[in-house]
């Protein structure tokens, strides 16, 4: 695995994101019912708005998973906690596997998509507002340094709904770099006091 981002392009890119999207595993992206013009729309809008960037991750040169980044303040999430400088939110989609599943893929893009955030030293703290429903991200949240803040309403994604229940949760710089490091930043006492 090898994983690098690049600004996603509407038109271009717009084929694999529908892709990804309009299926139903990606459900709580909210465009399982769209098409291929609502794709080039919907990030055509993001790619004009100057504080919401969406990037593709690729893999060996592979499209392989979407990454939005945004600025809390300029967002719904602006109006359900205190946004602290250095905030920056977070969207994730991983493609579906091309072929069997391969254990531990999801994590290892999620520890890349978090080093690229806070590849920028003015990231302090990543913010992530997923579906209470979407458990399987709630894992993979709490695997890489997430710590829940609440469950908040926001406007809906979904067409079908008339607002969104997002699990607020933050992961700060030092608890992502503790996820890749559980030994060395373990208290003495979970190690017995043993110098590693």
Known sequence: MSFTFRAVDPVKDAPVLHSWVSQEYARFWGMVGC???DVVEEYTKIAAA???QAFLGLDDGVPSFLMERYLPEASPLADVYEVQPGDIGMHLLVSPPDGDPQPGYTTAVMRAVMAEL????????VVVEPDARNHKIHALNEKVGFRPHGVVTLPA????????????????????????????AAPAGATGGVDQ
């Open 35 to 37: 098409v291929e013009q």
């Open 118 to 125: 806070f590849a920028d030293p003015a990231t302090r703290r």
């Open 50 to 52: 100057g504080h919401h």
């Open 157 to 184: 994604v979904d067409p079908s709904e008339d607002h969104k229940q997002g699990l607020l949760s933050f992961c700060s710089r030092e608890d992502f770099l503790a996820t890749l490091t559980p030994i060395l």
